[in-house]
């Protein structure tokens, strides 16, 4: 939590791209921390994640008291810094809540609610790792009037590569590397 706290405030201080994904980084040992619980319980238990959780207020309280320094000097938006920072902690603790909450009632309507998503399961891998360029930086059209046409092609865009990338090109990757393998 201390290296979390740390980049926060580097980034606040100096911004750069490795301080904030640091500063996120226990977002995703929450993962970690729900993985361990379900390896050892074939479930989720609160009380193995629940300090852990409760930790994760630290970054909102600080992000929250930037967001006030900060928003005197500069317009803030709900997608730019330190707005979707603060975002992404509140979510975590949010959706750690609903199924909290949703395990009272043992998951009914899990299956009909996720079982969707599982068509993207053999893509899932290339959508995270190049949906951030593509959606962040990538801009078909400059005009603002075209927004959400040029977010739709670039989502459409994202999902393509994606399905070439784990697809095709990991069928062709694994045909040539699988020589140098043993069995």
């Not at 959780?53 to 967001?67: D, E, H, N, R």
Request: proline share 5%; with cysteine.
């Amino acid at each position: 939590m201390l290296l979390s706290i740390g980049s926060i405030l580097t980034a606040w201080c100096f911004p750069n791209p490795f301080s904030n994904i640091l500063s996120l980084l226990p977002l995703w040992w929450a993962g970690v921390e729900c993985a361990k619980s379900y390896i050892i319980h074939r479930r989720v238990e609160t009380k193995d994640i629940f300090g852990y959780i409760t930790l994760l207020i630290q970054p909102i309280v600080i992000y929250s008291i930037i967001i006030f320094i900060y928003e005197k000097e500069h317009s803030l938006s709900i997608i730019t810094y330190p707005l979707v920072q603060l975002r992404m902690y509140v979510d975590v603790l949010l959706f750690a809540a609903i199924f909290v909450i949703w395990r009272k009632f043992e998951y009914v309507g899990f299956d009909e609610c996720f079982k969707w998503f599982g068509a993207f399961a053999p893509i899932s891998y290339a959508l995270y790792v190049i949906h951030f360029p593509l959606l962040g930086g990538l801009r078909l059209f400059s005009e603002s009037s075209l927004f959400y046409f040029d977010l739709t092609l670039r989502v459409l865009i994202i999902f393509a590569l994606s399905w070439l990338l784990e697809i095709p090109f990991q069928k062709f990757v694994t045909r040539v590397t699988s020589r140098f393998i043993p069995n």
